[in-house]
């Protein structure tokens, strides 16, 4: 077992972590507010497993292979650039739907697509499994123990912070969606911020390099 001296270290790690904004913070904050607390915790759910498939992958070093051979690193990583690519159209493209109006009339996405968009999501970031494999190593000593155990124990770990602030933020988020239906111009401006935002992240992940 991992000693709690070190184990806090990698709770504030991880805190930094999920309180960082990014593709999973936005995708949980859109369907929260666009379609309620339960579509946002079943987006959590698909989310949270793909962290899953992350650490299951750092466990058994697999991640490692990945991240040694630059073909199926460029390929994980092209895939999450167009993706993101393509959410940043779909906030500024024309006839768009503001992401904060809560349309009860609209058609909504199953539970299915909802997860899977998740996970997806969460999956396709190599950034995640860089984090991991950042991380972990810092961590895990044999004098601890098995090492695969204790790296299921900071997968643990890292998954309860992320859950737990996920959790509060699908629970908030849908607050503002009064403020900017009642305010046209915020909405543009959020509109246009959160393309910008989708952008960037797309261009960070593009130029990042498998270590």
Not at 48 to 70: K, N, R
Not at 83 to 105: C, G, H, T, W
Not at 109 to 136: E, I, M, Q, R
Not at 182 to 201: C, D, E, H, R, S
Request: hydrophobic residues 55%.
């Amino acid at each position: 077992m991992i000693p709690l001296h070190e184990l806090l270290f990698f709770v504030l790690a991880a805190l930094v972590l999920v309180i960082s904004p990014g593709p999973n913070m936005i995708y949980l904050i859109s369907k929260s507010i666009t379609q309620g607390k339960k579509s946002g915790l079943i987006s959590l759910a698909g989310v949270v497993c793909g962290f899953m498939f992350h650490i299951i992958m750092v466990s058994f070093g697999l991640t490692a292979v990945l991240l040694a051979v630059p073909v199926a690193y460029t390929v994980l990583k092209t895939l999450g650039t167009v993706y993101l690519l393509f959410l940043a159209y779909q906030a500024v493209k024309p006839r768009s739907k503001n992401i904060f109006e809560v349309d009860k009339n609209s058609p909504h996405d199953g539970t299915k697509k909802l997860f899977t968009v998740g996970f997806l999501t969460s999956a396709l970031n190599p950034k995640v499994a860089v984090f991991y494999l950042s991380f972990f190593p810092q961590f895990i000593k044999p004098e601890y123990g098995s090492v695969l155990l204790q790296s299921f124990e900071l997968g643990i770990v890292q998954v309860f912070v992320s859950f737990s602030v996920n959790f509060i933020i699908v629970l908030t988020a849908a607050k503002v969606a009064a403020f900017f239906s009642n305010n046209p111009f915020w909405v543009k401006i959020q509109k246009w911020f959160m393309a910008g935002v989708l952008t960037y992240l797309a261009v960070k992940m593009a130029l990042s390099k498998a270590k």
